[in-house]
């Protein structure tokens, strides 16, 4: 069952029906958050930029689940490749990322607090995926990522399926 979280569901719609001014970024390790990203490119004509750390994580679960969790207790912002061109440009911006131990990887904290963008004003929609039970503090953690934004209700899925993401954007009147 999806779990639709967080925030208010009309700020921002406005903004998505105008070409270029959406942005969809995400972290995905497995594939799965990828997907939901893409989906919701589809259906808002958002960009997509792909969240990527310099240093890959490990291709084996139990390994990287091992490294997300030292990053989260050591607080690692681990270090990012590449830049979202012209950040200005983005009224709403969709953040997207995987649970990882109850809450978002540290390469969203590093996305949102080291480098750089200026957020103010923007509406950000925090998503998710997870492998367990609940979407945890992922949604929130975005919220508190981005103090100086405007924030539209998450969503959170426990795998990948386009009609509860179409749902969710219709519920939030991103699209029709």
């Keep these: 069952m999806a779990a639709s979280c967080y925030g208010d569901s009309g700020a921002g719609a406005a903004q998505a029906s105008e070409p270029g ?3 969809v970024a995400y972290f995905s390790w497995s594939g799965t ?3 939901v990203a893409k989906t919701i490119a589809a259906e808002t004509g958002g960009d997509l930029f792909r969240i ?3 240093e890959a994580y ?3 679960y139990s390994e990287c689940a091992d490294s997300a969790q030292r990053q989260q207790e050591q607080k ?3 270090a990012l490749r590449g830049r979202v061109e012209h950040m200005e ?3 709403l911006i969709f953040i997207g990322c995987p649970v990882w131990w109850g809450s978002a990887p540290m390469a969203i904290h590093t996305f949102l607090s080291d480098s750089g963008y200026n957020l103010k004003g923007k509406t950000i ?3 998710c995926t997870y492998g367990g039970d609940s979407a945890g503090e992922t949604l929130t953690d975005i919220v508190k990522l981005t103090p100086d934004s405007e ?3 998450g969503y959170g899925d426990s795998g990948y399926n386009a009609r509860r993401i179409k749902q969710w954007l219709r519920s939030i009147n991103i699209i029709k």
């Design 58 to 60: 490990p291709a084996h």
């Design 89 to 91: 440009k983005y009224d």
């Design 21 to 23: 001014h959406v942005l």
């Design 52 to 54: 990527e750390t310099k």
């Design 33 to 35: 958050t990828e997907r």
């Design 125 to 127: 929609v925090p998503f």
């Design 151 to 153: 924030h539209m209700k």
């Design 76 to 78: 690692v912002h681990p």
